[in-house]
């Protein structure tokens, strides 16, 4: 009797195991709830993001800061090849995505929704192979192209909106580019276990604004392991413009989003979806009180963040 109880208990948890691990992307609201996350989103704070002394030499070079981010050194040396791993055919993918002429299947409205000062809407659709892939569009008003720019690149104060992101760091910049390649681990809820990523991401600009292009990277230097699990299928990229505020007044501004993203962390499409709509729009509340701080933080302080000098190295291309 017990012995059939204990079964039924474990194959319970084993059914819900999927469901407790509904983390693709970010750290859901109900998750947080279920284990206690290192990072909350109320220590908020301006102290903790660092004031940095950042000299006029070091901001005319700004290769000399890049490479000692947060403290850590980067592990390697930088050869010209090493800033050729995003191109221009990458570029033209993310175009494609924007302008719908990737040829694949249309998206699907998955929400809507807005406040005072977001609006936001999120599509996803299946394609025949790979994971589930989304295009969010967000209006952020009162808020630059430049500043949304920076504080996406920004992965010190990212911790302070993202729960999940447990560690980064800065493996290789390319200061001819602004390409950088950075390592990520992210925690997801309960019995998952951690996932790991080296993401390479270059920012090209237009009079149209800002293309960020962001996408998972093979890296010799850190081998795989079991885990963390490496998720080697990323891709997130976003396009940043300047658009008319939503109450059209003047001396206000505003700047859309337009973002495409997949990734396969090797769980059931169905489930990860269910994640998503349980938890993005929270998550896009978070994210948006952290830019807001973020915006604080540097009307405050008026030096740029490392991150911040290399998010301000783009590729100008013509429209
Ligand atoms: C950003 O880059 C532009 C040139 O593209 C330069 O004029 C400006 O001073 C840079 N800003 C910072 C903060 O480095």
């Known amino acids: 009797m017990i012995a059939q109880l204990a079964l039924a208990l474990v194959c319970l948890v ?5 469901f407790l691990c509904l983390s ?3 750290g859901w609201s109900w998750s947080r709830t279920l284990c206690s996350w290192r990072l909350k989103f109320p220590t908020l704070s301006f102290s903790s993001h660092k004031h940095r002394e950042i000299s006029s030499e070091s901001v005319s070079r700004p290769w000399l800061t890049a490479t000692t981010f947060g403290g850590q050194c980067c592990t390697h040396a930088h050869h010209e090849q090493e800033c050729s791993e995003l191109n221009e055919d990458d570029l033209k993918v993310l175009a494609s995505h924007i302008d719908e002429t990737d040829g694949s299947p249309p998206w699907k409205l998955m929400m809507e929704h807005s406040t005072p000062t977001l609006t936001y809407q999120a599509w996803y659709r299946d394609p025949p192979l790979g994971p589930t892939q989304y295009r969010t ?3 952020f008003e009162n808020v630059s192209p430049e500043l949304l720019r920076n504080f996406f690149w920004d992965d010190e104060f990212r911790p302070q909106w993202d729960n999940t992101l447990i560690h980064f760091k800065t493996l290789r910049v ?6 950088m ?10 019995f998952c276990s951690d996932r790991e990523y080296v993401i390479t991401r270059r920012i090209w600009e237009s ?3 800002y293309y960020c292009l962001s996408k998972g990277t093979p890296y010799p230097p850190i081998p795989r392991s079991k885990r963390p699990r490496r998720v080697d299928n990323y891709y997130s990229s976003w396009h940043i413009k300047s658009v008319k505020p939503r109450n059209g007044e003047q001396h206000k501004m505003a700047s859309e989003v337009l973002l495409f993203h997949h990734e396969d962390i090797g769980l059931p499409r169905e489930v990860v979806k269910m994640g998503v709509r349980a938890g993005m729009w929270s998550l896009v509340k978070r994210l948006h009180l952290g830019l807001q701080i973020y915006q604080m933080a540097k009307e405050n302080d008026g030096s740029p ?8 190295i783009t590729t100008k291309i013509k429209n």
């Not at 084993?14 to 999927?18: D, G, R």
């Not at 390319?174 to 390409?179: A, D, E, F, M, V």
């Not at 390592?183 to 309960?190: E, S």
């Open 207 to 209: 009079a149209s604004g």
């Open 24 to 26: 693709p992307l970010k």
């Open 137 to 139: 569009r967000t209006v």
């Open 174 to 179: 390319c200061p001819q580019t602004g390409s």
């Open 181 to 190: 390649t950075v390592h990520w681990i992210r925690k997801l809820p309960l």
């Open 305 to 312: 963040s490392n991150y911040a000098l290399m998010a301000n």
């Open 14 to 18: 084993a059914a819900w195991m999927p």
